[in-house]
């Protein structure tokens, strides 16, 4: 299993089409100060592009602190996008989710998560 260290994450953030990549899961350690996500195909919207290659993976942020979560569930959850500013010493990410409106998300069709970071890994699985 290798591991990218991504060097500026916030232009390789806003760079990246991310939207509508599925989660398959979100994973907060608080202790840790460490964000995950883990998604089947992190290059999805480039499926049927010359050279393209599935990619499941976790994102991995660390040094994460300052979080804000709304999200009523995680059925379905695709991501809508994701944009990163740089905030001082920290990398502000804000992540706009698309919920599967299944029974379980109340009829709520959005979601976001918020948090500032410092570094950014790709882990492929």
Request: aromatic share 10%; net charge negative; hydrophobic share 40%.
């Amino acid at each position: 299993m290798a591991t990218e260290k991504i060097d500026k994450p916030e232009d390789f953030i806003n760079s990246f089409s991310f939207h509508d990549v599925s989660l398959d899961r979100i994973s907060i350690d608080f202790d840790s100060q460490i964000a995950e996500l883990s998604t089947p195909d992190m290059n999805w919207n480039y499926e049927g592009s010359h050279g393209y290659v599935k990619r499941p993976c976790r994102l991995i942020f660390g040094g994460t602190t300052a979080y804000f979560i709304d999200v009523v569930d995680l059925e379905g959850v695709r991501i809508g996008d994701i944009s990163a500013n740089i905030t001082g010493d920290l990398i502000l990410a804000n992540i706009n989710l698309n919920l599967g409106g299944g029974s379980s998300s109340w009829g709520r069709e959005r979601g976001s998560i918020s948090f500032m970071f410092k570094t950014l890994e790709i882990a492929d699985l």
